[in-house]
């Protein structure tokens, strides 16, 4: 006997439009050994869709996530930074606490790293 789901378009379709970069994030091409970029994309995808769509905060949240992650996978600064300051074990859904945690790491680290971008910011062009 085949077994069907039944899945909530409306619900999909919300968790998608507050993630712009979900294709380029779970479409990204990491090395075989980037054991990291595996579980954050993995940790991801699991996430976002296990979010409350009603709720605006958890939209909020999964909003600047996706833009953190799109960050990880278009700069690699951003990226090798991020590595020192996440680990594999961090990014398990294991328990609401570590979830928690490993969400507020990443949306921390990306507001320092653009605030650090915005005033780094070199002109390479003479005048």
């Given at each position: 006997m085949i077994e069907t789901q039944t899945i909530d378009i409306t619900h999909v379709?919300?968790?998608?439009?507050?993630?712009?970069?979900?294709?380029?994030?779970?479409?990204?091409?990491?090395?075989?050994?980037?054991t990291l970029s595996k579980a954050l994309i993995d940790w991801y995808k699991e996430l976002i869709f296990a979010i409350d769509g009603k709720s605006e905060k958890e939209l909020k949240i999964i909003y600047v996530l996706d833009k953190s992650l799109y960050l990880y996978t278009k700069d690699h600064r951003?990226?090798?930074?991020?590595?020192?300051?996440?680990?594999?074990?961090?990014?398990?859904?294991t328990n609401f606490a570590l979830i928690k945690e490993a969400i507020r790491k990443i949306i921390s680290?990306?507001?320092?790293?653009?605030?650090?971008?915005?005033?780094?910011?070199?002109?390479?062009?003479?005048l």
């Open positions: 379709n919300k968790i998608l439009s507050n993630c712009p970069h979900y294709d380029d994030i779970v479409g990204y091409e990491y090395k075989d050994d980037d951003y990226k090798k930074e991020l590595k020192k300051i996440i680990t594999v074990d961090d990014v398990k859904l680290f990306t507001c320092l790293y653009e605030k650090k971008e915005l005033l780094e910011f070199s002109n390479s062009k003479w």
